[in-house]
């Protein structure tokens, strides 16, 4: 979200850190390379989801699996692997969709990036690590409206010993008092760490818990569950020994042998195909068709002649063959909460009118498909430092390739300092008092009290999308996310062509409840910058803006004219119970209305988790494979 000057790192240092990730010896980079155009499972997206299944599924030798990422491999980009330089990744790179929001009128009709991973991993390789579960009462939620009680948090912590590898930090600090033992896994597939470096500002933030307890209480684990996430504590990262831990490095990892598992990569999924019909009268949808992203090249070379000069032209056009493979039992989409929606109504699965429109032949009329889309915020509140601790901030880090390379040279030597942490060690949950008076037109969308409405994480230096570090100074950023909106946005077809770009629409802002609860959160994180822990750090807020950010309306001004997205899209293919008449896919995750059908990934949250929501993918998809193995 922020630019790091990564053109002036050396060579040598760049090259040296090329081997340090592992290639993948079942990865294929073409369609020609495969032996065969029918498996048992075809998977689209090898994101967070889609490789925890490629994993499990195969686990059984007899199973064959085939999933199609568009994007590339990430062997060849060693930022991945480094924490720090998670903020690099995206938007506007080649690990990115490069997708952009449509106008936001409840943020001064901006337009701006909307990132989302294109490349082993997805999500995984490219976020910021932030390492949660949810709370109890966001799958408890999911179980009641689902109608199926196992998605309620009884049956689904038991996916956690599975999933987790709780590993300590690379600095060796006494953990104690960070992290509750019981709430994890230590001997499951993904690291997940506490902070292996410290920064200057940990003990004032674990300061302010103590002088503004009522406010901002401290909370021993972070995690979620039936563990309240409410307070401030240390943040859970997915990493081990100062690396990244994505779905690609570990569970891929673990599959990477396996004869019966095929990852092609650059393939981009157009459509998947109505193979037949069952005799219940569900449309069956077993076959995939895609194309390769990289083309290939034919040149055409014509002559133009006007009056006065003769041109001789050269045009080169790319051909993308279009491929299809069959899937003998499933075809699974987990290609994420844009990619999925934009499939099925390419696909003719959606809104039959609006299908029509675009000259798609509609299958199968479900509205749901698209709507529903729900995403948390992204607010920097950026304040000076004073000038005697502007050392103690990482801005002189960020602006100074040497010292930026530095940093890298340690980290590649012994896996340690600077680097080996994200964008903070400390953040927190916090909810709007009950008292306050927007309730009194607003029910509370939280899941129920043990749930927040907004996230506060505080980073020891400048950190703004978009925004240039300036040249001097040294700066504290305390963002706020709102956790629990109310809007709701789409996801639409641009156009019947599978290479446009669909208009992202994730409304930001839209409602009373949700301007209220940034409103609040900014009122809040005032209160906490003005404790005394901070008396001597802290010299004034930074940018007229948030200066003048002194009433309700001027907060709320501040608000819409700065805030983005943590992109965490949920939503475009809601899970619903079978008998209702609105959602896309069943509690088995079938898509309504098809055989053969199922949808894996963060689409089908009916509602956005209280947290960051890599983890409760993690989750989401160890239970798909336990429902899909059951029904072999």
Same mark, same amino acid.
């Given at each position: 979200?922020?630019?790091?000057?990564?053109?002036?790192?050396?060579?040598?240092?760049?090259?040296?850190?090329?081997?340090?990730?592992?290639?993948?010896?079942?990865?294929?980079?073409?369609?020609?390379?495969?032996?065969?155009?029918?498996?048992?499972?075809?998977?689209?997206?090898?994101?967070?989801?889609?490789?925890?299944?490629?994993?499990?599924?195969?686990?059984?030798?007899?199973?064959?699996?085939?999933?199609?990422?568009?994007?590339?491999?990430?062997?060849?980009?060693?930022?991945?692997?480094?924490?720090?330089?998670?903020?690099?990744?995206?938007?506007?790179?080649?690990?990115?969709?490069?997708?952009?929001?449509?106008?936001?009128?409840?943020?001064?009709?901006?337009?701006?990036?909307?990132?989302?991973?294109?490349?082993?991993?997805?999500?995984?390789?490219?976020?910021?690590?932030?390492?949660?579960?949810?709370?109890?009462?966001?799958?408890?939620?999911?179980?009641?409206?689902?109608?199926?009680?196992?998605?309620?948090?009884?049956?689904?912590?038991?996916?956690?010993?599975?999933?987790?590898?709780?590993?300590?930090?690379?600095?060796?600090?006494?953990?104690?008092?960070?992290?509750?033992?019981?709430?994890?896994?230590?001997?499951?597939?993904?690291?997940?760490?506490?902070?292996?470096?410290?920064?200057?500002?940990?003990?004032?933030?674990?300061?302010?818990?103590?002088?503004?307890?009522?406010?901002?209480?401290?909370?021993?684990?972070?995690?979620?569950?039936?563990?309240?996430?409410?307070?401030?504590?240390?943040?859970?990262?997915?990493?081990?020994?100062?690396?990244?831990?994505?779905?690609?490095?570990?569970?891929?990892?673990?599959?990477?042998?396996?004869?019966?598992?095929?990852?092609?990569?650059?393939?981009?999924?157009?459509?998947?195909?109505?193979?037949?019909?069952?005799?219940?009268?569900?449309?069956?949808?077993?076959?995939?068709?895609?194309?390769?992203?990289?083309?290939?090249?034919?040149?055409? +070379? !014509?002559?133009?002649?006007?009056?006065? *000069?003769?041109?001789?032209?050269?045009?080169? #056009?790319?051909? %993308?063959? /279009? @491929?299809?493979?069959?899937?003998?039992?499933?075809?699974?989409?987990?290609?994420?909460?844009?990619?999925?929606?934009?499939?099925?109504?390419?696909?003719?699965?959606?809104?039959?009118?609006?299908?029509?429109?675009?000259?798609?032949?509609?299958?199968?009329?479900?509205?749901?498909?698209?709507?529903?889309?729900?995403?948390?915020?992204?607010?920097?509140?950026?304040?000076?430092?004073?000038?005697?601790?502007?050392?103690?901030?990482?801005?002189?880090?960020?602006?100074?390739?040497?010292?930026?390379?530095?940093?890298?040279?340690?980290?590649?030597?012994?896996? +340690? !300092?600077?680097?080996?942490?994200?964008? *903070?060690?400390?953040?927190?949950?916090?909810? #709007?008092?009950? %008292?306050? /008076? @927007?309730?009194?037109?607003?029910?509370?969308?939280?899941?129920?009290?043990?749930?927040?409405?907004?996230?506060?994480?505080?980073?020891?230096?400048?950190?703004?999308?978009?925004?240039?570090?300036?040249?001097?100074?040294?700066?504290?950023?305390?963002?706020?996310?709102?956790?629990?909106?109310?809007?709701?946005?789409?996801?639409?077809?641009?156009?019947?062509?599978?290479?446009?770009?669909?208009?992202?629409?994730?409304?930001?802002?839209?409602?009373?409840?949700?301007?209220?609860?940034?409103?609040?959160?900014?009122?809040?994180?005032?209160?906490?910058?003005?404790?005394?822990?901070?008396?001597?750090?802290?010299?004034?807020?930074?940018?007229?803006?948030?200066?003048?950010?002194?009433?309700?309306?001027?907060?709320?001004?501040?608000?819409?004219?700065?805030?983005?997205?943590?992109?965490?899209?949920?939503?475009?293919?809601?899970?619903?119970?079978?008998?209702?008449?609105?959602?896309?896919?069943?509690?088995?995750?079938?898509?309504?209305?098809?055989?053969?059908?199922?949808?894996?990934?963060?689409?089908?949250?009916?509602?956005?988790?209280?947290?960051?929501?890599?983890?409760?993918?993690?989750?989401?998809?160890?239970?798909?494979?336990?429902?899909?193995?059951?029904?072999?």
């Amino acid at each position: 979200m922020i630019s790091l000057n990564l053109k002036h790192l050396s060579a040598l240092t760049l090259v040296t850190l090329l081997l340090i990730i592992p290639s993948r010896a079942i990865i294929i980079t073409q369609p020609t390379q495969l032996t065969s155009n029918t498996f048992d499972y075809v998977i689209v997206g090898a994101g967070t989801a889609g490789l925890v299944l490629a994993s499990r599924l195969t686990e059984d030798a007899n199973i064959t699996v085939l999933v199609l990422e568009a994007g590339g491999n990430n062997a060849d980009n060693s930022d991945i692997a480094i924490p720090f330089l998670a903020q690099t990744l995206t938007p506007n790179t080649n690990l990115d969709w490069n997708y952009t929001v449509t106008p936001q009128a409840g943020l001064n009709n901006r337009i701006f990036a909307y990132p989302q991973g294109r490349v082993l991993g997805g999500g995984s390789s490219v976020n910021y690590l932030i390492h949660q579960y949810g709370t109890d009462e966001d799958w408890d939620r999911f179980g009641t409206l689902s109608g199926d009680p196992q998605w309620g948090w009884g049956h689904m912590q038991k996916f956690i010993p599975r999933h987790e590898k709780f590993v300590p930090p690379v600095d060796g600090h006494n953990t104690t008092g960070q992290f509750i033992p019981s709430l994890h896994g230590f001997n499951g597939v993904v690291s997940v760490s506490l902070p292996g470096n410290n920064q200057s500002v940990d003990s004032r933030v674990l300061a302010v818990t103590s002088q503004l307890e009522s406010q901002f209480p401290f909370n021993e684990d972070m995690s979620g569950g039936n563990h309240s996430l409410l307070g401030i504590g240390f943040m859970q990262s997915s990493a081990g020994g100062g690396t990244r831990s994505s779905s690609s490095t570990t569970y891929l990892a673990r599959a990477n042998k396996r004869p019966n598992l095929t990852v092609l990569i650059n393939a981009v999924v157009t459509k998947v195909i109505q193979t037949g019909s069952t005799s219940s009268g569900l449309k069956s949808f077993r076959s995939v068709q895609f194309t390769g992203s990289s083309g290939t090249t034919v040149s055409l +070379t !014509g002559k133009y002649t006007s009056s006065n *000069a003769s041109i001789q032209i050269l045009i080169e #056009v790319k051909v %993308n063959p /279009s @491929v299809i493979v069959t899937a003998l039992r499933e075809v699974i989409l987990s290609a994420g909460a844009f990619n999925t929606p934009q499939i099925l109504q390419l696909s003719g699965i959606g809104d039959s009118a609006d299908l029509q429109a675009l000259k798609i032949n509609p299958i199968i009329d479900n509205p749901s498909v698209g709507v529903n889309l729900s995403d948390q915020t992204f607010l920097p509140n950026i304040f000076t430092v004073v000038p005697a601790h502007e050392n103690r901030t990482f801005d002189h880090v960020v602006r100074d390739p040497n010292q930026l390379n530095a940093r890298i040279a340690q980290w590649q030597a012994n896996k +340690t !300092g600077t680097l080996v942490n994200n964008i *903070a060690n400390n953040f927190g949950f916090l909810r #709007v008092p009950s %008292n306050d /008076s @927007v309730f009194k037109t607003n029910s509370d969308p939280a899941p129920g009290p043990k749930s927040p409405h907004w996230e506060m994480l505080v980073s020891n230096y400048f950190l703004s999308p978009g925004v240039p570090v300036p040249p001097t100074g040294g700066f504290l950023t305390i963002v706020t996310v709102l956790i629990s909106p109310t809007s709701r946005g789409s996801v639409k077809l641009r156009s019947n062509n599978p290479f446009d770009k669909p208009l992202i629409d994730p409304s930001f802002l839209q409602t009373d409840f949700d301007i209220a609860v940034m409103r609040d959160s900014v009122k809040s994180i005032l209160s906490f910058a003005a404790a005394p822990a901070f008396s001597d750090y802290i010299s004034d807020r930074f940018g007229s803006a948030f200066q003048q950010a002194v009433t309700d309306a001027k907060i709320d001004d501040y608000v819409r004219s700065l805030t983005t997205t943590i992109f965490h899209p949920c939503g475009t293919a809601a899970m619903s119970s079978v008998s209702a008449n609105f959602g896309v896919v069943n509690p088995d995750l079938t898509v309504k209305g098809t055989d053969g059908l199922r949808i894996v990934d963060a689409s089908v949250f009916p509602y956005i988790p209280s947290a960051h929501t890599h983890g409760p993918v993690y989750l989401l998809a160890e239970r798909a494979s336990e429902i899909i193995q059951a029904a072999q």
